[in-house]
């Protein structure tokens, strides 16, 4: 296992379409977290699962965001009626569970609205 | 309200002279800090750590400094190298489940 992997790489949608990314995080990694990055702006926290579970979410999730970890390996974060606000990386990364807290990113899929 | 901030987008500094990134915050409950590199269309690589009861942590050419009282943190990077050119982002550990919030990043330039 190479590390985090993203897929796609890069989506180009046109606004009010649906779009749906992937994560397959490392493979002993329980935890796994959801990014979203704009031009010079760092990482912003989207949301979190500890193995399938979904334990926080951050008020930049809106209603047209959803994100799953079904059996607690990969996840997919799907952004419905797309805006062009939606255009950003999306960052995923994972980490082993505490008290260590480095987390490993993948490569992100870069997302434009047009 | 930026909760951690870097001040400067950006610093040059010659290929083995010491390049000194700087970082501050303003939540004191924060007990765990980070640095990642980030190269352009790739994700941030995680450098070092230093959790809040340290004031030093130390791996190779990369040295991280943290003053709690002054809620402020720096990377050393000691010699500088070429290929250390790239957007460092300072993070701190923003919750029980660990979930990081970053700064907006320094772009450091390694000139040979």
């Known amino acids: 296992d190479t590390g985090v992997s993203q897929n796609p790489r890069h989506k180009i949608t046109k606004r009010g379409q649906n779009v749906t990314f992937r994560c397959d995080p490392i493979s002993e990694h329980n935890r796994l977290y959801w990014y979203r990055q704009t031009l010079g702006q760092g990482p912003e926290f989207l949301t979190y699962?500890?193995?399938?579970?979904?334990?926080?979410k951050s008020r930049l999730l809106s209603d047209r965001f959803s994100a799953e970890r079904p059996k607690g390996s990969f996840s997919t974060l799907e952004i419905q009626r797309t805006e062009q606000g939606d255009s950003a990386m999306y960052l995923c990364?994972?980490?082993?569970?505490?008290?260590?807290?480095?987390?490993?990113f993948g490569p992100g899929t870069r997302l434009t609205v047009t | 309200d930026q909760q951690v901030k870097q001040n400067s987008p950006s610093l040059s500094v010659q290929e083995g002279r010491i390049s000194i990134l700087n970082c501050d915050y303003t939540n004191s409950m924060f007990d765990y800090f980070l640095w990642y590199k980030k190269y352009p269309a790739e994700g941030p690589t995680f450098l070092i750590s230093i959790s809040s009861i340290k004031d030093k942590n130390e791996d190779g050419r990369f040295t991280v400094f943290l003053n709690k009282s002054a809620k402020h943190l720096s990377l050393h990077i000691v010699p500088s190298q070429p290929g250390d050119s790239a957007v460092y982002f300072c993070?701190?550990?923003?919750?029980?489940?660990?979930?990081?919030?970053f700064g907006k990043g320094t772009k450091l330039s390694v000139k040979p």
């Open positions: 990364a994972s980490s082993l569970k505490g008290p260590v807290y480095e987390q490993y």
């Open positions: 993070a701190a550990k923003g919750g029980s489940q660990g979930n990081l919030i």
């Open positions: 699962f500890q193995n399938e579970a979904q334990l926080e």
